[in-house]
Structures are given as C-alpha cells and as structure tokens.
C-alpha cells in the first residue's frame, strides 16, 4: 500500500470492520458557553481564595466535613421529616372531605422510594464491609416498620387506600409523627459530641468565623467577626418545624454561645425559605434607608440559614424560642386535652350544630372560645416577663416584627400560617415564620391568584397578646413604613425580587413530575424570567397598594370628600385578618381560636 500523505487522516486498514459512527455532540448554544464561562470563572476564584487563605479555608472544610459525616439522618429522622412535611400539607384541608387519589398515591411513592433509598444504602455498606452495628439496627428498623407502613398508607388487595378522609390520614400521619419522635429522641445517644466526632469535640479553631454574620446589614468585615473558639461537649434535641433536630452550641472568641440546629435529611432540601430570607434582608436594607421606618428602629429579625450541603445545613436557633403551638400545648395539657383533639372537636360540633343552629361554625366556635381563654399566649409570656416594664417593651418589639413579617407574607403570597410555624421569642419579642415559601399557581407562572381569606395570622390570641393600643398603633404604623421604604423608586426593589423569584420559579419545576433537562432549561430560560419579572409586579402592586405615599389626597382634588387616612388600606387588611367570621371558614386543622 502508499505511504499516506504528510497530514493525512489514516484510514481505516483494508479488511478491517468500519469503525462505529461517533454520535455528533450538538451545538453549544450561547446560553451554555456563557454558562461555562461564568463556571470557569468561579472556579479560578475559589482556587485564588484558597490558595490565599488556605488555614481558614482547612479549618472551615474540616468542620463541615465533620458535621456532614457524624450527623448523618437515621432512618428515623428522614422517615420523621418525611410525615412532617405531609402534616403540613394538610392544614388547609378539610377533614370531612375524602382523601384524592393523587393525594394518596403521592404518600405511597415517597414512602417506598424511602424504603428503597435505605435499602440501596444498606447494600452498599454490606459491600464496603462498614458500620456493621449500625446496619444490623437499620435492618431492624426496616422489617419491623415496612408491614406498618403498608398497614397504614399502602393501597389494599381491594385496591381502596386505609384512609378515606383527611381526618383519618391526619390521625394516621400524626400518630407516625409522635412515635418517630419518641424513636428518635430514644436513639438520639450519645449525648456528648465526643462520641459522634471526636475531631471536631477536641478541635480549637483560630480561623474559621461563626456561620451566619454576612447575613447582617453591615459591610462585611473579617478582621472584626467573631471566631469559633470551640464547640461545646453537649448535644440537645429542639423542634422545629414539625421535625426533631440536634442542636449544638459553638462557643466564640467573645465568650457568647451561639446555637446551630442541625438540620439533615435523606432528600434534598428545598431552599424556598432561604429565599424568603433574602427578601427578609432586602427589606432590612430598605428600611435603614427611609426616614419613617429609621426612627422607629425598625429591623426584621433574621434567623441565618447557612448550606452545608444539599442534604444539610445550619438554622441559628434561640433556645427560649417558643411556637404558639406549644404555648397552646402547654396549657392544653394541663386541662388533660390535646391540640388535635380540640380541632377535631371542634369539627364534630359543626356537623351536630348543622341540624340546630343557623350559623354552625360560629356556635362550636364559642363552644371552643369557653374552654380557651383568648388570654393563653399573654399569660404564658407574663409568667416569664419579670415587670410590666418589659412585657412593654415585649409588646412593641412583637409589634413591629409581626408588622414587617406580615407584610412579606402578604406580599410574596405566603398563605396564613399555622401556630405550628409562628415561632416567638420569649424574651426579645422577635418572631420568625418556619418553613415560609412564595405561592405560585399550578403553572408556575403566576402568583397563586385564588382568593385568599386570611391575608396573615390575626387570631384572637395574638390580637390580646399585642393589645388594642399596638395593634392600631405600633403595628398598623410599622406596616405602613415597610411598605413605603420596599414601595420607594429609589430602593429598585422589583429586579431584586424578579431574581429571587426566577430561581423558586426554577427550584419548583425541577421538583415537579417531568423535571426538565439542563437543554430545556436554557430554552425555558427567557420564558421564565417574562413569568419573574410579571410575578415581581404582582408584588409590587401589593406593597404600593399598603404604602401611605399612594394615599397621600391630591393637591388639585376638590371635590369636597373628607380624606381617608393614608394608612387606610393597611387598616383595612388588619380587619381582614382579624375577622372572626371569615376565621372560622378556615380549616380547623388551621386552629382559627388560637
């Protein structure tokens, strides 16, 4: 044969099979080498910060690898957040209507696709020759709850599911709830941290800063943050939302205690309420700004979050935190009655008024208003509080912090939220909302647009523990400021939320059924910035609607019409929430007396 030419390809040789057809990559769209780029670019940068800082960076990598390995979730725990998180879907139910199948098809699948996660993860271990204890009790685990759990939430040989109403799948999930918690506050030994990670109970840190302090208002300054100096030996359990958690402390160089929840799961966690706390922040910012909300020292209290990793990450915590749930618990308890049972009580009593009484939810609302005080939360913080003087100063710090939390529910769409989910703080008065996330239509491509009955919580038990005086005082003046410092030109608050939104617009389609591939997301990319930046206005339209600068009367107006208060609307909203007649058409899983 010829020699082939100088920079000839070379073929094939002769009687050899034909090499197989390389598949054609397709084209790189401008989108995706943008994309690449920005990687690029990402990664030179955090190569600079390393090799510029590598102490900080070492120690900061050792405590999240030590914290990510020695905290993983048990079987438990995952199985726990799992019913949590179906408990909270259910608040808004009614628990006469028949359970959907969807509804309960959804249940079996995460269930099994659990039980199968564990199972893969048990095989692997086998495989590796690791954790063999621990294995043999997870195996355990499996075979005494898997017949239970399709006891209770697997479709029959009849093909019906065990549960026909909202009421029964409630009792179900919540008896679930209850023995995972006593599982997992039973297994949560050891009780000292040296016994999970011996690295980070003997470590002593020099570089690394406390989590969270580039979530405040000042420009961030390294050489004055705080450094861990050690984590403490003690472990504790606390709830939250719904779910059992371990907390640790980590003592800093000032001599303070600062307490992390743990929060690690087996799935992902969905950040929809770190992107409530950016807007939390963005309204922060606003309000250093303006002038009405500055010298009411207003300033929304923001609980960090702080990623870890996909399956787990940090929640600053305030051991005297206490939801209104527990409050209500508490003095529940001491009458011999539950929470659950008061609201499914109450249910009973409107189906047996239906037949006597004209208004039926209204009289097995005074039937409930009997037994609980609307004085429960007042005497829980009195008994706490040392003086009047602070119970003073209690309220109107409560008030102003509902105020501004009231506004972002409202305007980012948040539903009314469950006592469950209303965490205060018994000393300062700060209040944070649990698992707070923006409501979207079935689309995704607007703001839920169905008519909301409760624009936030006002229920009878927070208007007495606010008082007459903060309620039409501190609280209708600090919503009115918030809005005119997020509703101000100057402060560009749409783009910041058309961002937010594009990406929980984005978080929820991947979570949907037919997630989209990284290709249709770049071809999707323009239509869901159009549907961000329509939802940004919807928000908008909100916050200027409770701004006192829009109901500001017009100096050419005479038309002779007594002018309204320039807080008239947010007026309004108050006596929206706080109507009792539109409360009690509210689930009661939503506990309207509370």
Not at 331 to 356: H, I, M, N, W
Not at 360 to 370: G, H
Not at 509 to 518: D, I, L
Request: net charge positive; proline share 8%; charged share 20%.
């Amino acid at each position: 044969p010829r020699p082939a030419a100088p920079g000839a390809t070379p073929g094939p040789a002769p009687g050899a099979a034909p090499a197989a057809a390389q598949p054609q990559q397709p084209p790189m769209t401008p989108e995706a080498r943008a994309a690449m780029v920005v990687r690029q670019y990402a990664q030179e940068i955090m190569k600079s910060l390393r090799d510029g800082h590598l102490p900080f960076f070492l120690e900061t990598e050792r405590f999240v690898v030590e914290i990510t390995r020695s905290f993983k979730p048990t079987f438990e725990q995952q199985l726990q957040h799992m019913v949590a998180a179906h408990i909270s879907t259910l608040t808004d139910k009614d628990v006469a209507a028949p359970v959907p199948a969807e509804l309960a098809e959804a249940i079996e699948k995460d269930l099994l696709g659990l039980l199968e996660t564990v199972e893969q993860q048990l095989e692997q271990d086998k495989q590796r020759g690791q954790a063999a204890k621990e294995a043999v009790q997870v195996a355990a685990a499996l075979a005494e709850h898997r017949p239970l759990l399709a006891k209770d939430f697997f479709k029959g040989k009849g093909g019906a599911y065990p549960n026909a109403t909202y009421k029964d799948l409630y009792l179900t999930l919540r008896k679930w709830q209850v023995a995972m918690r006593r599982q997992v506050a039973r297994a949560a030994e050891p009780k000292q941290l040296e016994l999970l990670s011996r690295a980070l109970a003997e470590s002593k840190g020099t570089q690394m800063e406390i989590p969270g302090q580039y979530l405040t208002l000042d420009e961030p300054r390294p050489e004055q943050h705080v450094k861990v100096d050690r984590v403490l030996p003690d472990l504790e359990l606390a709830d939250y939302n719904l779910a059992c958690h371990r907390r640790i402390t980590i003592r800093g160089n000032d001599s303070k205690l600062y307490h992390f929840i743990i929060e690690a799961t087996g799935a992902a966690i969905a950040s929809s309420d770190e992107r409530t706390l950016q807007v939390c922040q963005l309204m922060n910012r606003c309000m250093v700004k303006e002038k009405q909300a500055r010298r009411r020292h207003m300033k929304l209290h923001v609980r960090p979050i702080i990623g870890l990793a996909p399956r787990c990450r940090l929640v600053a915590d305030d051991p005297q935190s206490m939801s209104l749930m527990q409050m209500l618990d508490q003095y529940l308890a001491a009458q011999g009655q539950t929470s659950d049972g008061v609201a499914l009580k109450f249910a009973e009593q409107v189906q047996a008024f239906a037949r006597t009484q004209q208004d039926p939810k209204m009289a097995a609302m005074n039937e409930v208003s009997d037994k609980l005080p609307e004085t429960v939360a007042l005497n829980y913080i009195r008994a706490i509080i040392p003086s009047n003087a602070h119970l003073w100063s209690f309220r109107k710090q409560l008030a102003v912090q509902y105020a501004c939390l009231a506004l972002v529910s409202h305007a980012l769409f948040i539903p009314a939220p469950s006592p469950t989910r209303l965490v205060f703080s018994q000393l300062q008065g700060d209040v944070s909302l649990a698992g707070a996330a923006p409501s979207f239509n079935k689309e995704i491509t607007r703001m839920q647009d169905s008519n909301e009955r409760m624009p936030f919580r006002m229920t009878r038990m927070l208007t007495t523990l606010l008082s007459p005086v903060g309620l039409e005082g501190g609280f209708s003046a600090a919503m009115g400021a918030a809005a005119m410092s997020l509703a101000n030109p100057k402060r560009a608050v749409k783009y910041h939320l058309c961002a937010i939104l594009r990406e929980e617009m984005l978080a929820l389609a991947r979570q949907g059924p037919n997630p989209p591939t990284a290709v249709q997301e770049q071809q999707q990319g323009k239509m869901v910035f159009r549907n961000a930046s329509a939802c940004a206005d919807q928000v908008m339209q909100r916050v200027t609607a409770l701004s006192p600068v829009t109901a500001l009367p017009d100096k050419d107006d005479k038309s002779g019409e007594a002018p309204q208060p320039i807080n008239a609307k947010v007026i309004e909203l108050i006596m929206a929430a706080a109507n009792p007649v539109e409360q009690i058409n509210m689930p009661c899983l939503w506990h309207p007396w509370a």
